[in-house]
């Protein structure tokens, strides 16, 4: 048990369809990341969220993908209208106010056919 | 922006030999210095990290050495065991938001 908990695990879906992820990070982590990952590459920066506030975003989040954290706590990342090459694992991660290290989730692994 | 190298792709070693893990980062002003080892099916998992003021740190078998003057950092791991198997990533972060920059791991097979 990682404390950072992702939920679906795993998710299907025809192309064109919306999804919602969800991210639960471990309490009191104010700061919470989205990564994707896609086979055999590196985790990728997506987004940044500090507190309920979205600080960064990639230019890899293109118009399609929205990503919210209301009232700070849990964080949801939403695509819209999913193409074949947004299948990937989406993977969330946090940190707490005064230390470097990230822990993260056990991530979505999203397939679109 | 920062841009991490990582390398070897692949690592194959015997049972109880060492493995080493290398990469290589472009910004300077980068100062935080993690790995992760990720199994299959599993999220990444912080196994060691160096600050960028310091130039190595151990946790019994695995350790890290930086530096910073040829912005590069190596993972050694000692006495391998089966167990250690799985793909290694470096990454690299600085600035006010601290995000990870990752290289593209390493698969780490440890033959028993």
């Known amino acids: 048990d990682t404390g950072v908990s992702q939920d679906p695990r795993h998710k299907i879906t025809k192309r064109g369809q919306n999804v919602t992820f969800r991210c639960d990070p471990i309490s009191e982590h104010n700061r919470l990341y989205w990564y994707r990952q896609t086979l055999g590459q590196g985790p990728e920066f997506l987004t940044y969220f500090q507190n309920e506030a979205q600080l960064e975003k990639s230019r890899l989040l293109s118009?399609?993908?929205?990503?919210?954290?209301?009232?700070?706590?849990?964080?949801?990342?939403?695509?819209?209208?999913?193409?074949?090459?947004?299948?990937?694992?989406?993977?969330?991660?946090?940190?707490?106010?005064?230390?470097?290290?990230?822990?993260?989730?056990?991530?979505?692994?999203?397939?679109?056919? | 922006?920062?841009?991490v190298e990582q390398h070897p792709s692949t690592l194959s070693v015997q049972e109880g030999d060492s493995a080493v893990i290398k990469c290589t980062y472009s910004d300077s002003a980068s100062n935080y210095?993690?790995?992760?080892?990720?199994?299959?099916?599993?999220?990444?998992?912080?196994?060691?990290?160096?600050?960028?003021?310091?130039?190595?740190?151990?946790?019994?078998?695995?350790?890290?050495?930086?530096?910073?003057?040829?912005?590069?950092?190596?993972?050694?791991?000692?006495?391998?065991?089966?167990?250690?198997?799985?793909?290694?990533?470096?990454?690299?972060?600085?600035?006010?938001?601290?995000?990870?920059?990752?290289?593209?791991?390493?698969?780490?097979?440890?033959?028993?």
């Open chain 2, 33 to 112: 210095f993690p790995w992760y080892k990720q199994e299959l099916g599993k999220g990444p998992q912080l196994i060691i990290d160096i600050r960028s003021n310091v130039g190595e740190k151990k946790d019994q078998r695995i350790a890290v050495t930086l530096n910073k003057t040829a912005k590069h950092f190596s993972l050694h791991i000692t006495e391998t065991q089966p167990e250690d198997s799985a793909v290694y990533f470096c990454a690299a972060t600085g600035g006010g938001f601290q995000k990870l920059v990752f290289g593209t791991g390493t698969r780490l097979l440890v033959s028993p």
């Open chain 1, 63 to 113: 118009d399609r993908f929205s990503a919210e954290r209301p009232k700070g706590s849990f964080s949801t990342l939403e695509i819209q209208r999913t193409e074949q090459g947004d299948s990937a694992m989406y993977l969330c991660a946090c940190r707490g106010p005064s230390n470097y290290g990230y822990t993260f989730g056990s991530g979505t692994r999203l397939t679109v056919v």
């Open chain 2, 1 to 3: 922006g920062e841009n």
